[in-house]
T-cell receptor, first 112, second 114 residues
Framework: AQSVAQPEDQVNVAEGNPLTVKCTYSVSGNPYLFWYVQYPNRGLQFLLKYITGDNLVKGSYGFEAEFNKSQTSFHLKKPSALVSDSALYFCAVFTGRRALTFGSGTRLQVQP | DAGVTQSPTHLIKTRGQQVTLRCSPK?????VSWYQQALGQGPQFIFQYYEEEERQRGNFPDRFSGHQFPNYSSELNVNALLLGDSALYLCASSLAEGYVDEQYFGPGTRLTVT
């Protein structure tokens, strides 16, 4: 079965510092991986996806993610965090059933 | 460009009752998926509709059913509500031909079962 794991419930970072939100995957075949962000009382917003090609994927709002096949990871990164980046982040994998399987989420807290 | 819309925003029901949630997909999208997000958890896939048929289904009981209309909008019905059905229900739309396209999510319907 396709699955993703987010090992950190919460990540704290100071504004202006780089941030990393971790995700590892377990997939048979080629992994199709996604990152979504959820603000309070809102639905999920798409940030970026990895299908194939370059291991560094650039997405919305200055976020990027690094696909690492040997470590089965797809970590979300941003060079300089903003207070407004504080939200709940979900890693997801596209299953053969054309659905998304989500991780448990990581709450990002950016302190001013 | 209208995004995904859902109604109602909030709903309170009693155990044993039935509920219907509604979703209008993003303009130009033809596929609708429903997810259940319990408090503190990631969304879980319920089912997906395309061409007015249920195409895929997650690990949810038959109490959860749905429908897609010719205009691609969709309904999620839950019968015999349980306390454990309390959650945020998210609708997502996409294009069938874009096999691995991102799904666009609506703001969700918060269902509380008492």
């Amino acid at each position: 079965a396709q699955s993703v794991a987010q090992p950190e419930d919460q990540v704290n970072v100071a504004e202006g510092n780089p941030l990393t939100v971790k995700c590892t995957y377990s997939v048979s075949g080629n992994p199709y991986l996604f990152w979504y962000v959820q603000y309070p009382n809102r639905g999920l917003q798409f940030l970026l996806k990895y299908i194939t090609g370059d291991n560094l994927v650039k997405g919305s709002y200055g976020f990027e993610a690094e696909f690492n096949k040997s470590q089965t990871s797809f970590h979300l990164k941003k060079p300089s965090a903003l207070v407004s980046d504080s939200a709940l982040y979900f890693c997801a994998v596209f299953t053969g059933r054309r659905a998304l399987t989500f991780g448990s989420g990581t709450r990002l807290q950016v302190q001013p | 460009d209208a995004g995904v819309t859902q109604s109602p925003t909030h709903l309170i029901k009693t155990r044993g009752q039935q509920v219907t949630l509604r979703c209008s997909p993003k303009s130009g999208h033809d596929t609708v998926s429903w997810y259940q997000q319990a408090l503190g958890q990631g969304p879980q896939f319920i089912f997906q509709y395309y061409e007015e048929e249920e195409r895929q289904r997650g690990n949810f009981p038959d109490r959860f059913s749905g429908h897609q209309f010719p205009n691609y909008s969709s309904e999620l019905n839950v019968n015999a509500l349980l306390l454990g059905d309390s959650a945020l229900y998210l609708c997502a739309s996409s294009l069938a031909e874009g096999y691995v396209d991102e799904q666009y999510f609506g703001p969700g319907t918060r269902l509380t079962v008492t």
